[in-house]
């Protein structure tokens, strides 16, 4: 019971923040003369950084066996939001592109349903209510668009930053007192490479995951 309570508290939190970020960035994208990036990070970005650091319990949800996830698979995906848009805070100059824009509206969107599926989710009887077969076709559909188009906006914002982690930007040279030598170019060239790799396991995975659920919810729906 308690355990329930405490997941329904966090999934409402973190829809109701996520939903206000989403908001915000739709409201400030109608601000004329500014760049869409600017806008909708000065109207969404402190409520996106509080609640993306917030998702890394997700992880601890997974150790502790309060959800059915992979703690691995919850961290990586923290991981990399969590590096994206520490750039994002840390390069004024990717807030004004229209990649940083992308991000916050995907990333807020997709949570908005998750988070509401998974608050109803902890409200269910044995038989679920219309409210949640609907939820679940949206946290199953809307990924299809979200998830590539949030993606291809986390590359461009990566790539750009490349030319500044050339000139030394977050790179270590030797010597330091850490002993440890890090050229952070090579790095997200890395992280760039293993991206479409990495993008299609979870999207394949989700795909098959849609599979598997939405004929049982559609079933609900109609009984």
């Known amino acids: 019971m308690r355990r329930n309570a405490y997941l329904a508290a966090y999934n409402a939190v973190q829809a109701t923040g996520w939903l206000t970020a989403f908001v915000l ?10 760049p869409a990036g600017a806008s909708v990070f000065a109207a969404s970005g402190l409520l996106v950084t509080v609640f993306q650091a917030a998702a890394l319990l997700e992880t601890g949800h997974s150790l502790l066996g309060l959800v059915k996830s992979s703690p691995l698979n919850n961290l990586l995906f923290w991981l990399g ?14 807030r004004v592109t229209p990649a940083t824009a992308v991000v916050v509206l ?6 908005v349903v998750r988070f509401s599926w998974a608050f ?5 009887s044995e038989r679920p209510s219309a409210l949640h077969a609907a939820l679940t ?5 809307l990924f299809l668009p979200l998830f590539p188009c949030g993606l291809v906006a986390e590359v461009l914002l990566m790539r750009a930053v490349i ?7 977050l790179s270590l040279k030797l010597p330091n007192a850490a002993n440890v030598a890090l050229r952070y170019d090579l790095f997200l060239t890395a992280v760039l490479t293993v991206y479409p790799p990495l993008f299609w396991k979870l999207f394949t995975g989700l795909i098959r995951q849609r599979s598997r659920k939405l004929p049982h919810s559609v079933k609900q729906k109609g009984a």
């Open 81 to 94: 939001r969590s590096h994206c848009w520490l750039l994002v805070l840390l390069r004024p100059e990717l």
């Open 163 to 169: 030319p500044a982690a050339k000139g030394g930007f």
């Open 25 to 34: 960035a739709l409201l400030a994208l109608g601000k004329p003369g500014e």
């Open 120 to 124: 109803s989710g902890c409200l269910q």
């Open 137 to 141: 076709w949206l946290r199953y559909t």
């Open 106 to 111: 995907a990333w807020s969107l997709a949570d």
